[in-house]
């Protein structure tokens, strides 16, 4: 694929990416931060929300695990995922964090385990989708490019 | 005469947001530290340091926004604090306005708030 096509279809891809609400206007933000002092500025911020949302992910499905729920440090965790999937846009996985404190406000086990199931689902999409466009935007940078 | 804001102090437990808030004032030319907690915001001013600007997040364990921004005002630091928080319940704000901020901009932090914070600065 020639540079013109590969930024063409990095174009359409991160269209699609907004059209179907994975992200929103706060990844535009992210994207206007970077500068030349900070080139990988988005790809470090990414990867630092990749670490933090595996690590509170792992923690609510043990916690949901328990025989004895603690709702408070389930919300806890709930209220990080939530605050970083905010910055850096991803907005489906933020919407699913919100209707999952709604239930842990309720006490609502079950639907705690499906929300954790839905934001799992949200997640993995949004990852898949960022290390896509990642690896399209190297491409580019790799045939002379530019974003 | 624009007051030269050059330091701040991000309080946040969520790495996530330290990153970006220290960007976004970097890219404004403002030098920056962070802390994870309310507590780690006062002991950081206990051992002398001072700041021009504080963003404060509202909830964080051990201490949060509202307590220590409270306490901060208590020992007399005059600096502008601006609360940064995804919490929307009109009480809440109200309390954390209250406990002594100058501001208040809901989370995601953006260009455009931190410098409407920093006006709001320079007319203080």
Redesign the interface.
């Known amino acids: 694929m020639d540079l013109v096509q590969l930024q063409r279809q990095f174009v359409d891809y991160t269209t699609s990416l907004f059209n179907e609400g994975f992200l929103d206007d706060?990844f535009n933000?992210?994207q206007?931060?970077q500068?030349e002092?900070?080139p990988d500025?988005v790809v470090?911020?990414v990867s630092?929300?990749f670490e933090?949302s595996e690590r509170h992910l792992n923690e609510l499905t043990q916690s949901l695990e328990q025989q004895n729920i603690d709702f408070k440090r389930i919300d806890?965790h709930v209220?990080?995922l939530?605050?970083?999937s905010?910055?850096?846009?991803a907005q489906r996985v933020q919407k699913e964090c919100i209707n999952f404190r709604g239930y842990c406000e309720e006490k609502n086990i079950e639907g705690c385990r499906k929300c954790l199931q839905q934001v799992k689902h949200e997640y993995v999409l949004v990852k898949n989708k960022l290390e896509t466009l990642f690896k399209l935007e190297q491409q580019i940078i790799a045939a002379g490019g530019s974003i | 005469m624009d007051k030269k804001i050059s330091t701040a102090l991000v309080v946040d437990d969520n790495t996530v947001n330290q990153r970006i808030h220290r960007k976004l004032l970097d890219n404004l030319g403002i030098q920056s530290e962070t802390v994870a907690n309310g507590k780690e915001a006062v002991d950081v001013h206990i051992s002398g340091k001072n700041f021009d600007l504080i963003l404060m997040d509202l909830e964080m364990p051990i201490m949060n926004g509202i307590e220590a921004t409270r306490k901060l005002r208590e020992m007399g630091i005059r600096s502008m604090i601006a609360g940064v928080s995804t919490r929307s319940l009109e009480e809440e704000k109200q309390e954390f306005m209250k406990a002594g901020l100058d501001d208040f901009q809901e989370k995601p932090l953006t260009v455009a708030k931190l410098v409407s914070i920093l006006h709001k600065l320079n007319r203080k």
């Open positions: 706060q933000q992210l206007q931060l500068d002092s900070n500025f470090e911020v630092l929300f933090d806890a209220h990080q939530k605050g970083s905010s910055s850096i846009g």
